[in-house]
């Protein structure tokens, strides 16, 4: 006869899994929104960024 088992994770091994998670599915996003953007909106983007910090690109 099999007998349904459950797994408790301590509270403390999920809020240390959590930030890793959060990582994962961001990295996900930009992988996938750089992935379906033109290459004009890529390029503005990353045009954008240089100059908000400051870094001479012309």
Do not use: K, W
Not at 27 to 39: D, K, Q, R, S, T
């Amino acid at each position: 006869m099999l007998h349904a088992t459950t797994v408790h994770f301590p509270a403390t091994t999920l809020r240390a899994a959590l930030p890793a998670v959060r990582a994962i599915l961001f990295g996900a996003f930009v992988i996938y929104g750089v992935g379906f953007a033109g290459p004009a909106t890529i390029h503005n983007a990353a045009h954008d960024v240089r100059h908000a910090f400051a870094f001479p690109c012309h």
